[in-house]
């Protein structure tokens, strides 16, 4: 998940468009692999690149040769150098020349000395399913029908009063009323006026 954060992020040394990803996976509606590994010592871009290819979910590199697209995001200390980037990336074109790559680099001080890699690999196309080969069959839901009771004609409705009762202000009881042109305003207005709330 770093990795794939660490491409939307925009204050890398190289930023990865969305675009272009968006356009890379257009088309690949099944599964992708998602790779990521560090290493640690000399040599490092040919180690990460090895480390990516013995990877279990590529399958000893088969599917990663054959690949026709791979968003990448690098990453490392402040050593990592863009030679080591241009080095990573010429044994990976070496590697997947039909692939076309988008590439994220970025720097992060936690790496220590290592480098790391998150490599994106959708695959091939699932197989486009054709409506006119989809076989369509009938299917017959049965519902019950709702039973259609008639309304009772003598029952008569009425409209009843409520019971308000006006209630007691608290402890704003002993306070000056609100008090306009005489009338009391802390007392609603349908009381004052003895109106009949229907």
Do not use: W
């Not at 257009?26 to 560090?38: C, M």
């Amino acid at each position: 998940l770093m990795g794939l954060g660490r491409l939307a992020r925009t204050d890398g040394e190289l930023n990865a468009d969305f675009a272009h990803v968006r356009r890379l996976m257009t088309g690949y509606h099944g599964e992708s692999s998602l790779v990521t590994v560090e290493v640690v010592g000399d040599a490092r871009p040919r180690a990460l690149l090895e480390s990516v290819l013995n990877h279990p979910y590529l399958n000893a590199g088969s599917e990663f040769r054959n690949c026709e697209g791979l968003i990448v995001s690098l990453v490392g200390d402040e050593s990592m150098s863009m030679e080591e980037v241009d080095e990573f990336m010429a044994h990976l074109k070496a590697t997947a020349s039909r692939a076309k790559v988008i590439l994220g680099v970025h720097m992060d001080d936690a790496m220590g000395k290592g480098m790391g890699a998150m490599v994106l690999m959708p695959r091939r196309p699932m197989k486009a399913v054709h409506p006119a080969s989809v076989k369509r069959e009938n299917l017959q839901i049965s519902m019950p029908k709702p039973s259609r009771t008639q309304p009772s004609s003598t029952r008569d409705f009425q409209q009843q009063q409520l019971p308000l009762v006006p209630i007691s202000k608290g402890r704003f009881d002993k306070g000056e009323p609100n008090l306009h042109d005489g009338e009391d305003l802390d007392v609603p207005a349908f009381l004052r006026r003895n109106m009949i709330l229907n």
